[in-house]
């Protein structure tokens, strides 16, 4: 399964920056809602890497799918860190970066608690998150395709 994360990678790169630019530009919510990279790594890399992993015959494959899933949350969550740094030091008046939005920016937020603690924190639940939604879904991806899979091998050795 080697090269497995570079292209969602690349797209988690992307959706980081892309989402950061519109904020900043004052783009309305919704639209910085459609590049929100935790969508992304909640649903749709874990079915995408449970897609790639079904069709490889590789030996556990659900214990691959949640190795896979965590690191590349772990990842993506590293390039969304630093947003959050940002917006602590600048104080940046998005929803998603407020306490009560989950985030760092607010009165009585100490530079620990903005720069590493908060940061930390959201990046542990939203892997746990990961492996939770997109780690179940891809599961049932996985089992689903090994289904067909045996039936259309049954059909075959029945012929």
């Known amino acids: 399964m080697k090269g497995i994360l570079n292209w969602p990678l690349i797209i988690a790169a992307f ?3 892309v989402r950061v630019v519109l904020e900043r530009a004052g783009a309305p919510e919704t639209v910085n809602n459609i590049f929100s990279v935790v969508v992304f790594y909640v649903l749709i890399a874990p079915l995408y890497f449970a897609f790639r992993i079904a069709g490889s015959g590789i030996a556990a494959p659900y214990k691959n799918l949640l190795k896979t899933t965590a690191l590349f949350t772990a990842l993506a969550r590293s390039m969304v860190i630093p947003t959050y740094w940002l917006a602590y030091l600048y104080q940046w008046p998005q929803y998603r970066f407020t306490v009560a939005g989950g985030g760092n920016v607010g009165p009585g937020v100490s530079p620990f608690m903005g720069y590493v603690g908060i940061p930390l924190a959201a990046a542990a639940v939203w892997i746990l998150i990961s ?3 997109g780690g179940g879904l ?4 996985i089992a689903v395709k090994r289904k067909s899979a045996r039936k259309a091998s049954d059909t075959v050795t029945a012929q």
């Open 15 to 17: 959706l980081v920056v």
């Open 131 to 133: 492996l939770i939604v």
């Open 138 to 141: 891809g599961s049932i991806l």
